[in-house]
């Protein structure tokens, strides 16, 4: 599948899978962080 091969093999896929893996390493941190924030004032 050219998809897969262009995802892994070029820059332009790299980066993208770089910002995927940004985007959801952030995600997780806001979420973690906003339910200790709720838990601590109640």
Same mark, same amino acid.
């Given at each position: 599948?050219? *998809?897969w091969t262009d %995802? $892994? #093999?070029? @820059?332009?896929g790299l980066m #993208?899978? !770089?910002v995927l893996t940004l985007m959801l %390493? *952030?995600?997780a941190f806001m979420l973690?962080? $906003?339910?200790n924030k709720m838990n !601590? @004032? !109640?």
């Open positions: 599948m050219k *998809i %995802l $892994f #093999s070029t @820059d332009y #993208s899978v !770089a %390493l *952030i995600g973690h962080m $906003f339910v !601590a @004032d !109640a």
